[in-house]
């Protein structure tokens, strides 16, 4: 069963910055696209930042571009994990947080995915909340 945990939301005055890390487990040997996503309250989940099985391509929200930064750590067979680095935030970054996984296995590892429904698997959200 492949499951996804977030980690490193919390409470961030406006201009600050945070780190949220994702770690996926349960997922044997199978390769995955790594995406992130938002919700705010009474909004629909929107895409934030994307990146390929290969770590090579990303993509990003043009309302996050050039202020979020997204990254897989070190290629291990056993360990995944994808983080998100937030600066400049803002009280319209407010939101929950999650982090989704595409099984790649047998697919492109250069492609990303930036539509939500292409997601196989999710976490259950990270609360980010920016406030002064």
């Known amino acids: 069963q492949v499951q996804l945990v977030e980690s490193g939301g919390g409470l961030v005055q406006p201009g600050g910055s945070l780190r949220l890390s994702c770690q996926v487990s349960?997922?044997?040997?199978?390769?995955?696209?790594m995406g992130w996503f938002r919700q705010a309250p009474g909004k629909e989940r929107e895409f934030v930042a994307s990146?390929?099985?290969?770590?090579?391509?990303?993509?990003?929200?043009n309302s996050v571009k050039g202020r979020f930064t997204i990254a897989r750590g070190i290629a291990r067979i056993t360990k995944i994990t994808v983080s998100l680095q937030m600066n400049s935030l803002g009280p319209e970054d407010t939101a929950v947080y999650y982090c989704?996984?595409?099984?790649?296995?047998?697919?492109?590892?250069?492609?990303?995915?930036?539509?939500?429904?292409?997601?196989?698997?999710w976490g259950r959200g990270t609360q980010v909340t920016v406030s002064s």
């Open positions: 989704a996984a595409k099984d790649t296995t047998g697919l492109s590892r250069t492609y990303i995915y930036t539509r939500r429904y292409a997601y196989d698997y």
């Open positions: 349960g997922h044997t040997l199978n390769t995955y696209a």
């Open positions: 990146i390929s099985e290969s770590g090579f391509n990303t993509d990003y929200a």
